[in-house]
């Protein structure tokens, strides 16, 4: 099946800081989303982003889905931004997301 | 509108026992999907549902089943629990199950198994 790699696993950042989270796919997909997980469990969807850019406030999104990766930026960050994040793919007919191992991050004050 | 609900938000059982979680999608999602998440193997998929049928299963034992019903209300079942099946279980809405969607996650079901 397809493989989702994430990287770094942990990152540590001072409040205000940028950072740029990565996920390799091993194979064309027809879905990739990022999600954030609350320390209560929830995922939060970030982006539904199989290919091109997206922005949302502070965060953005690039898929290049002809080289296979993903990149999520995340601007000037916050406390509220620590948590764990998910990089998900699909290829399947219908709805069979594929998730990565996740990147823990922690921004400090 | 109204997310995706999941009851119980926790669960204690032993081994043995059979548990029954309940999901209830987004007003207007048909497709519902389970994952469980463990910190030794993440976050796996269990199985979809689309108008009442399965259409994806992932790689559970049939100890692990699911059903949907006409509202688009999913239960998913789990008979003969093992401590292993300690997790957090997940269910996700989507609007379309034809082409990729995105999915809405719940707050999950922590479910312990002592």
């Known amino acids: 099946g397809i493989q989702v790699e994430q990287s770094p696993p942990d990152l540590i950042l001072q409040e205000g800081a940028n950072s740029t989270l990565r996920c390799n796919f091993s194979?064309?997909?027809?879905?990739l989303q990022w999600f954030h997980q609350n320390p209560w469990g929830q995922l939060i969807n970030l982006f539904y982003?199989?290919?091109g850019t997206k922005q949302n406030g502070r965060l953005s999104a690039t898929t290049v889905a002809t080289e296979r990766y993903s990149l999520l930026y995340i601007s000037s960050s916050q406390t509220t931004d620590s948590g764990v994040y998910f990089c998900?793919?699909?290829?399947?007919?219908?709805?069979?997301?594929?998730f990565g191992a996740g990147t823990i991050l922690r921004v400090k004050s | 509108k109204a997310g995706v609900t999941q009851t119980p938000r926790y669960l204690i059982k032993t081994r043995g026992q059979q548990v029954t979680l309940s999901c209830s999608p987004i007003?207007?999602?048909?497709?519902v999907s389970w994952y469980q998440q463990t910190p030794g193997q993440g976050l796996q998929f269990l199985f979809e549902?689309?108008?009442?049928?399965?259409?994806n299963k992932g790689n559970f034992p049939g100890r692990f089943s699911g059903r949907q019903f006409s509202n688009s209300r999913s239960e998913m079942n789990v008979s003969t629990l093992e401590l292993g099946d300690s997790a957090l279980y997940l269910c996700a809405s989507s609007k379309l199950s034809t082409i990729a969607d995105t999915q809405y996650f719940g707050p999950g079901t922590r479910l312990t198994v002592l």
């Open positions: 549902y689309f108008s009442e049928t399965q259409r």
């Open positions: 998900a793919v699909s290829r399947e007919y219908g709805n069979k997301l594929v």
């Open positions: 194979d064309s997909v027809n879905n």
């Open positions: 007003s207007g999602h048909r497709s």
């Open positions: 982003i199989p290919s």
